[in-house]
């Protein structure tokens, strides 16, 4: 069984501030884990993906997560927002279903000026 | 290059209706699933399919079918619609369904039934 939590649905900073979006899983096998964005009447894009062979993840737009095994977290951080990272963020946990992505209800950014 | 594609892009239905869908996968690209997305919630996976055969279903009734063509489009079939199902739903593709792929999705059919 796979499952992901993301703590907090609504989280808002200031521009340039550092972006923290938080997320946990439960899987029975070592994980694939994603996150993935949506902006409004769009699909999910992925940002990055963690496949084993690094614990620490970059991403496009300069997003970053860190896998940590120990707390079962894969938390999303961004050093500084832009305006143009408001968006809705969902993690996501790939294990022995290889064709079954378990998402989170997900994370709404919002970035004041 | 396209990336996925789906029709229609928003559908309005009665209870009791029947629905497809239907979603066109990235030009090599083998593996199409679907899922649902309910406002304010993720994603819930419906199915996977690879090579026309079904990989995988989520826990949805009989009511969800779907099936893989020769040139690895997709369709999603809904019988005897529920107030419920309205949704948007979100087909997403990738070259082999393998775990550690990453999904690429379309826009998504947003489904509402009245």
């Known amino acids: 069984a796979q499952s992901v939590t993301q703590l907090g649905s609504h989280v808002s900073v200031s521009e340039g501030a550092l972006v923290l979006l938080r997320c946990n899983y439960s899987s029975s096998v070592p994980p694939y884990l994603f996150w993935y964005v949506q902006y409004p009447n769009q699909g999910l894009q992925l940002l990055l993906k963690y496949t084993s062979a690094a614990t620490l993840v970059k991403g496009i737009n300069g997003f970053e997560a860190e896998f940590k095994k120990s707390e079962t977290s894969f938390h999303l951080t961004k050093p500084s927002a832009h305006m143009s990272d408001a968006a809705e963020y969902f993690c996501?946990?790939?294990?022995?279903?290889?064709?079954?992505?378990?998402f989170g209800d997900g994370t709404t950014l919002t970035v004041k000026p | 290059d396209a990336g996925v594609t789906q029709s229609p892009t928003h559908l309005i239905k009665t209870r009791g209706q029947h629905v497809t869908l239907r979603c066109s996968p990235i030009s090599g690209h083998k593996s199409v699933s679907w899922y649902q997305q309910v406002l304010g919630q993720g994603p819930q996976f419906i199915f996977q399919?690879?090579?026309?055969?079904?990989?995988g279903r989520g826990n949805f009734p009989d009511r969800f079918s779907a099936r893989q063509f020769p040139n690895y489009s997709s369709e999603l079939n809904v019988n005897a619609l529920l107030l419920g199902d309205s949704a948007l739903y979100l087909c997403?593709?990738?070259?082999?369904?393998?775990?550690?792929?990453?999904?690429?999705f379309g826009s998504g059919t947003q489904l509402s039934v009245l």
């Open positions: 996501a946990v790939k294990g022995t279903n290889a064709g079954k992505s378990t």
């Open positions: 997403a593709s990738s070259l082999d369904g393998a775990t550690n792929e990453k999904l690429f």
């Open positions: 399919y690879y090579e026309k055969e079904e990989r």
